[in-house]
Nanobody, 116 residues
């Protein structure tokens, strides 16, 4: 059973920073992505990183968020800086194995709230 476990969420003031972690129970993923879902809204893709270290970001977070991975720890991080109230959401990490086009494995999510 492969698991993805997110951590690092919390309450932060606008302009603040948080670092989310996504720990995989096994090193099988070719790609890891972060998604988020705000109340009453659809889940949206935030950023992704593949096994070669190539990264991509949604325009709404580009320049503020950084995705990275530590292969030795089977962990992917999302460093979030200059947070805005509109970043408030449940953040999920998702894993994609080689040969698959979709993210089949999902974590349980971690709440990020940006508020003064």
């Amino acid at each position: 059973q492969v698991q993805l476990v997110e951590s690092g969420g919390g309450l932060v003031q606008p302009g603040g920073s948080l670092r989310l972690s996504c720990a995989a129970s096994r090193n099988i993923f070719n790609g890891i992505a972060w998604y988020r879902q705000a109340p009453g809204k659809r889940r949206e893709w935030v950023a992704s990183i593949n096994s070669d270290g190539m990264t991509n970001y949604d325009d709404s977070v580009k320049g503020r968020f950084t995705i990275s991975r530590d292969n030795a720890k089977n962990t992917v991080y999302l460093q979030m800086n200059s947070l805005k109230p509109e970043d408030t959401a449940v953040y999920y990490c998702a894993g994609k194995i080689l040969g698959r086009l979709v993210y089949d494995y999902w974590g349980q999510g971690t709440q990020v709230t940006v508020s003064s």
